[in-house]
């Protein structure tokens, strides 16, 4: 297990630089009196030696970032450049209250920390970096962790600062009470990216899958499709679940369909793709054609690799089968150039988060909710009119 600091592969094959950026990182986003990371951590995060993590703790020291005093232990200052008084500040509350005090100016600039978890999906990799250059081009201090144990993460999260908000991605895995107890406590705003939480005071952004598909269904039926398959994860998450009952819906109250459910057990970052073909070769007939003429997949993380391996097992796209994928319009991992899209935009989904914060920043008492993103399309070469 890990927890890289942006572009770290391993934390023991970190450099001294990689720790010093660590650390400027934390000071310039902390609150005075936040406490640093022991030196222990420290060295065992970093590889690094004692005397490593002590001459970053001078540096730090040096620029009047830091201060220690026997007894209270070592301590960011703040952000600011001027010098603290010469007794430490109190240690910070970690239930203060979350609303700023009356007649109180908060500051403008914001320390923001974005946990995205390690994993080979480029939509979450994307949207981190999007929503980090806009918070940035607004002067907010941003911390990028990427994390893969949500109990290691735990861990590392007692030596972090407060920040004013965070922005965490779970990614197809639950997120456990206990690490979002600690991020609340450890920020002013906290925000999910995903529909996967409601009735909790986060700020959740994500889709609900079940208008694409109508969508989608809709289009298809509009180019002459009535036998249509709609292929999705068994995985009981919020989004997809109201995916599936959409369908279920769809296939009780929609007349002269014939709408058939496909679902795996795998899960995007895995071998979704690959499963999906060989579950689609399997419902094929002897001649090799398929019981239905149009598909709806949801979770093709590679459209490139779901093409060549539909021309593997001789399925044509988009005859004899018309291809729309639920996902996202602005990925070209995604669509490849080549598929109907209908679903959201990662732009979008960026803008949403960014809103969610700001607003929360500018009234701290309005309430907590699920935001969703706008259904849209992206019109591609994977679907065909049936005569």
Not at 6 to 19: G, K, N, W
Not at 29 to 40: E, N
Not at 64 to 86: H, K, N
Not at 244 to 264: K, S, V
């Amino acid at each position: 297990m890990q927890f890289v600091v942006y572009c770290m592969d391993t934390m023991r094959s970190s450099s001294p630089p990689d720790l010093e950026q660590f650390l400027d990182q934390l000071a310039h986003g902390a609150h005075p009196g936040d406490r640093l990371p022991t030196i222990r951590e420290l060295m065992k995060r970093f590889g690094a030696s004692q005397m490593l993590v002590q001459r970053a703790f001078q540096g730090l020291k040096d620029r009047g970032l830091i201060d220690s005093q026997v007894g209270r232990g070592t301590y960011f200052r703040g952000t600011g450049s001027a010098r603290a008084p010469a007794t430490a500040p109190a240690p910070v509350d970690s239930e203060r209250t979350r609303a700023p005090a009356a007649g109180a100016t908060p500051s403008t600039v914001k320390s923001v920390l974005l946990l995205r978890r390690s994993i080979s999906i480029a939509r979450g990799r994307v949207l981190v970096e999007g929503l980090q250059r806009r918070l940035a081009a607004e002067g907010h201090r941003v911390l990028e962790l990427s994390y893969t144990d949500p109990d290691h993460a735990l861990t590392v999260l007692k030596g972090l600062p407060r920040f004013d908000a965070c922005v965490v991605q779970s990614t197809f895995k639950a997120i456990p009470i206990a690490l979002l107890a600690a991020l609340r406590d450890k920020c002013e705003v906290l925000a999910v990216d995903g529909a996967a939480l409601v009735g909790a005071d986060v700020e959740a952004v994500g889709t609900e899958w079940g208008e694409p598909l109508a969508a989608a269904i809709e289009q298809l039926v509009q180019q002459g499709h009535r036998r249509i398959a709609y292929a999705t994860t068994a995985h009981p998450f919020l989004a997809t679940q109201l995916g599936r009952r959409r369908f279920a819906h769809l296939q009780h109250t929609l007349p002269g369909l014939e709408l058939t459910e496909i679902t795996q057990d795998t899960l995007p970052h895995e071998d979704y793709t690959a499963c999906l073909v060989q579950q689609l070769q399997s419902r094929a007939d002897a001649a090799g054609a398929l019981p239905f003429s149009a598909l709806v997949a949801w979770g093709i993380e590679d459209g490139a690799l779901f093409q060549r391996l539909l021309a593997q097992a001789g399925i044509a796209v988009p005859a004899p089968l018309s291809v729309v994928l639920l996902g996202r319009t602005d990925l070209a991992n995604e669509h490849a150039d080549f598929f109907d899209v209908v679903g959201c935009s990662v732009a979008d989904q960026v803008e949403a988060l960014h809103g969610a914060i700001a607003a929360r920043w500018a009234d701290a008492g309005r309430p907590y909710g699920v935001h969703l993103t706008p259904v849209v399309r992206r019109a591609g070469a994977s679907v065909a009119a049936l005569a």
